[in-house]
């Protein structure tokens, strides 16, 4: 069976068991062609046009999800192939990573929030030698607005923190990194909100940390393991890679979000970060690649590149869900590559993640 009528055998029969809840019609009507424009598969082109027309896809987030539904579903049958169309693949690939790294170079420079913080790995079971002096209010802001955050993986709370999310990009939109990141992008907060509070939920994934059962899904800022570890809800495990790096750190943790309270403590077995970065370093370097991606014509599910954002150069793994950030972390040097299964795998497990939270009871199978 040929892949495009197996790939529109799975929506249509998702659509068609009640996986997509029709939705009120929008008071603004939906330019449905250019939509449909956008999909380039056409078997599941056709599948969606006529859910369209039989009122099963009523809106964007009906069309969204059932576009991501599908691919996830897809996936799960050929990884493979799903990943080559649209992973590192792609053929702008190497002109989206020229782009990236031509706008992120100035980063490290202006990251005037940036701070000196000394890793101990482990002496006296902690990660982080306690920081002196005061440090710049962007650090707690961004901390508060994580702890707002549920920490359980499939939650959807960007809509409920509209206000709190604005608030703080507010507090930010005059920083040096921020700046450079719209100007040679040519975008607005607007849009680097979309990047990293759209369907993805990069902020919640990438900055806050999720838990997944009793492991810890993402958590990819320093800062918020070091304000964790210093309350006593992050414990270091080990160091597995960077040993004695100043500029990163590979290893196994726990993470318990709310201390004694009904959440459990969950494990991270390699995760990491890099550090002493502001987190605007880190949303000004998911934005850049977001947009530099889009500039090209697509966004891929998955695209590693090279950036600097704390004096040292790492290859960045970047994972993207419904045209926003799904999640991105450091992984080292240009060799520590996984091969291209692994990858996809690991994506799609990422996306599943984020449609739970589109609907909490949908079952889905990736991985």
């Known amino acids: 069976m040929r892949k495009s009528t197996r790939f529109a055998s799975v929506i249509g029969l998702f659509l068609m068991l009640g996986g997509v809840v029709p939705a009120t019609w929008a008071?603004?009507?939906?330019?449905?062609?250019?939509?449909?424009?956008?999909?380039?598969d056409q078997a599941l082109r056709r599948t969606l046009e006529n859910s369209i027309s039989a009122g099963l896809i009523a809106d964007e987030a009906d069309f969204n999800t059932a576009v991501a539904r599908a691919q996830s579903r897809f996936a799960a049958q050929n990884p493979t192939a799903l990943y080559a169309a649209r992973g590192n693949n792609n053929g702008n690939a190497q002109s989206i990573r020229d782009a990236i790294a031509k706008s992120t170079?100035?980063?490290?420079?202006?990251?005037?929030?940036?701070?000196?913080?000394?890793?101990?790995?482990?002496?006296?079971g902690k990660l982080f030698q306690p920081l002196t002096g005061s440090l710049p209010a962007s650090y707690?802001?961004?901390?508060?607005?994580?702890?707002?955050?549920?920490?359980?993986?499939?939650?959807?709370?960007?809509?409920?923190?509209?206000?709190?999310?604005?608030?703080?990009?507010?507090?930010?939109?005059?920083?040096?990194?921020?700046?450079?990141?719209?100007?040679?992008?040519?975008?607005?907060?607007?849009?680097?909100?979309?990047?990293?509070?759209?369907?993805?939920?990069?902020?919640?994934?990438?900055?806050?940390?999720?838990?997944?059962?009793?492991?810890?899904?993402?958590?990819?800022?320093?800062?918020?393991?070091?304000?964790?570890?210093?309350?006593?809800?992050?414990?270091?495990?080990?160091?597995?890679?960077?040993?004695?790096?100043?500029?990163?750190?590979?290893?196994?943790?726990?993470?318990?979000?709310?201390?004694?309270?009904?959440?459990?403590?969950?494990r991270k077995k390699k995760g990491g970060f890099i550090v002493g970065n502001s987190v605007q370093a880190i949303l000004a370097l998911g934005h850049i690649a977001m947009e530099s991606a889009r500039k090209f014509g697509s966004i891929p599910g998955a695209l590693t590149f090279d950036a600097d954002v704390n004096?040292?150069?790492?290859?960045?793994?970047?994972?993207?869900?419904?045209?926003?950030?799904?999640?991105?972390?450091?992984?080292?040097?240009?060799?520590?590559?996984?091969e291209p299964d692994d990858i996809a795998r690991e994506y799609y497990d990422l996306e599943g993640e984020a449609l739970q939270g589109v609907n909490p009871e949908a079952s889905l199978t990736v991985h």
């Open 105 to 124: 170079a100035l980063i490290a420079k202006l990251d005037r929030d940036a701070v000196d913080v000394k890793k101990v790995d482990g002496t006296r």
């Open 27 to 40: 008071q603004q009507p939906i330019d449905w062609t250019s939509r449909l424009a956008t999909v380039q």
């Open 311 to 338: 004096g040292q150069t790492f290859t960045w793994q970047l994972y993207t869900m419904g045209g926003t950030i799904r999640s991105l972390y450091p992984m080292g040097g240009k060799n520590n590559m996984p």
């Open 140 to 266: 707690e802001a961004a901390y508060k607005l994580a702890l707002l955050f549920n920490p359980r993986v499939g939650t959807d709370d960007t809509g409920r923190l509209n206000s709190q999310i604005d608030t703080f990009l507010a507090s930010i939109a005059d920083d040096p990194v921020i700046k450079q990141a719209l100007q040679s992008t040519g975008t607005k907060m607007a849009d680097l909100k979309r990047n990293w509070f759209g369907s993805g939920a990069g902020f919640e994934h990438v900055i806050c940390g999720e838990i997944k059962g009793s492991e810890v899904s993402g958590y990819h800022w320093w800062y918020k393991f070091y304000r964790d570890e210093q309350t006593g809800n992050t414990q270091y495990v080990n160091t597995l890679g960077n040993a004695g790096s100043e500029y990163a750190y590979t290893g196994a943790f726990t993470w318990d979000p709310d201390g004694s309270g009904p959440l459990p403590t969950a």
